[in-house]
């Protein structure tokens, strides 16, 4: 373990500094130019998720992710990134750690995800399996 790996902390957080989660998105390629009129909704995504984790180094916001659930029974895990110039030290495992354990002190017994292309292996490494005849799927415009 590096330096840098021993001064890495590692959690539950209500607020976040806008920029340090700009900084997150960009880096992560999640940005999109409709965002700068209106990067507001970044405020909420911390305080209204089920639980948000975050990664600090000094302080500085390098790493996130989130749950969405009722913290009764189902969630989902999204919105896991860290900054590239810190990836490889573990440090997204230890964010999913973290969300897995307090889901699960509060008895969510199904946690789902939806895994960026490249990125399975490292969810199945940490008990994820793929959901066999499941098709995640996305709304794309309102029929009604």
């Known amino acids: ?6 001064n890495i902390d590692v959690k539950i957080i209500r607020s976040a500094f806008r920029d340090d989660l700009i ?3 960009k880096d992560a390629d999640w940005w999109e130019s409709s965002y700068d009129a209106h990067p507001e909704f970044l405020d909420r995504i911390v ?3 089920a639980i948000f984790a975050g990664a600090f180094v000094d302080q500085q916001l390098i790493g996130m992710g989130r749950a969405l659930s009722d913290m ?17 030290r573990g440090i997204g495992k230890k964010i999913i750690q973290l969300l897995i354990s307090k889901l699960k002190k509060n008895d969510v017994d199904w946690i789902g995800l939806v895994a960026q ?11 994820f399996e793929v959901l066999k005849d499941h098709v995640p799927m996305k709304f794309k415009k309102s029929v009604l």
Request: aromatic share 12%; with cysteine.
């Open 1 to 6: 373990m590096d330096n840098l790996s021993k």
């Open 23 to 25: 900084c997150l998105y």
């Open 47 to 49: 305080k209204d998720s």
């Open 72 to 88: 009764a029974s189902d969630a989902y895990i999204q919105d896991v990134a860290v900054l590239k110039k810190y990836r490889g």
């Open 117 to 127: 292309p490249g990125t399975a292996s490292f969810y199945r490494r940490l008990g």
